[in-house]
């Protein structure tokens, strides 16, 4: 055989292989319409807060301190929905994707508080105790039910999940609680109180969409209690600056857009939100010199204390502020 027909062969042989290994794992449910999928969800979701009702357990310093659970509301029953309860009031959190305007609805059971208390931005790490469940609507016997069915409970986490590796809900709702106190115990276990606390219905969108999770069918809206007991805050382009500092309107997230959407986050305005700019005045000198306390040593200001360029300059610390440098 010549070495062109060898090399014609294997190629057959690879194409062939590659189509069938893709038609054997084609178990993936089809792509359904995002608009109409999100119409499906938050109906559901609605529908799961107006005829259930929650319970927290509210028990400061104890193990279950905020734990809270859904239950249907029997025929009949004078329990309050989660829709209609006044306690926590009903908050949203609308964000922007696959060209729809998500809703998530969340609740705050308690913000989180304490003196080093702190909310992570969305690209920072939490450590996070969790319940989470999935709605699911059957009908049996001519009767529609819609039942939230858990597929996880995390009560002592042990490792902390990068809020940019997680469903995007989470990044979205986590920013707005704080952690709590922090306390080392004589046998060296841990203790948190105070800790942010919350609920999170999220859509599918939002979650997991077509792909299943686990136990969790695909297109389900997910609903999360959570806590926060702690944070790590990253620096997602390694340049001497933690991200949520790089966080120029001050709101807590930081997002890459299209080209054609202007970033509030992005310094020289090059695309590259400043979270990921190793040069985020653009000036040819990366941030990580810039902020240096002489430019022949390695130690670097605390963040608080980088110059700014004084009357020559635009008021700006000078990584963000392209006529001075290092
Ligand atoms: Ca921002
Ligand atoms: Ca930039
Ligand atoms: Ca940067
Ligand atoms: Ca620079």
Redesign the pocket.
């Known amino acids: 055989m010549n070495k062109f027909l060898k090399t014609f062969s294997m190629l057959a042989i690879i194409v062939i292989i590659a189509s069938c290994s893709k038609s054997d794992s084609s178990n993936e449910v089809p792509l359904r319409d995002y608009a109409e999928q999100y119409a499906t969800d938050i109906a559901n979701i609605e529908e799961f807060m107006q005829t259930h009702y929650m319970e927290v357990v509210n028990n400061p310093g104890a193990d279950d301190d905020m734990d809270v659970t859904f239950t249907k509301i029997p025929d009949g029953g004078t329990q309050v929905s989660i829709w209609n309860q006044t306690d926590y009031p009903i908050q949203t959190r609308l964000v922007e994707q696959n060209d729809i305007t998500y809703k998530i609805y969340y609740l705050q059971l308690r913000e989180g508080s304490g003196p080093e208390s702190k909310s992570p931005c969305n690209v920072d790490q939490v450590l996070a105790g969790y319940r989470g469940e999935y709605l699911y609507k059957s009908t049996v016997d001519g009767v529609t039910e819609l039942k939230g069915i858990q597929f996880e409970e995390n009560k002592n986490p042990q490792s902390f999940l990068s809020l940019t590796g997680v469903i995007r809900g989470w990044a979205e709702i986590f920013p707005k609680f704080k952690t709590g106190v922090y306390t080392e115990n004589p046998d060296g276990t841990v203790s948190y109180s105070d800790f942010g606390a919350g609920v999170m219905f999220i859509p599918s969108g939002l979650a997991y969409y077509r792909s299943s999770q686990g136990t969790i069918p695909s297109y389900s809206p997910l609903v999360f209690s959570f806590k926060l007991y702690e944070i790590n805050r990253a620096d997602q382009d390694g340049d001497g600056i933690p991200s949520y500092l790089e966080?120029?309107?001050?709101?807590?997230?930081?997002y890459v857009f299209d080209a054609d959407v202007t970033n509030?986050?992005d310094t020289d305005g090059d695309g590259v939100p400043d979270f990921l700019d190793t040069d985020d005045d653009g000036d040819q000198f990366l941030t990580r010199y810039e902020i240096r306390i002489n430019v022949e040593e390695t130690a670097i200001y605390s963040f608080d204390d980088i110059p700014t360029c004084g009357s020559n300059g635009n008021g700006k610390k000078r990584h963000l502020d392209p006529s001075c440098h290092n």
């Open positions: 966080d120029i309107n001050n709101d807590g997230y930081m509030p986050d």
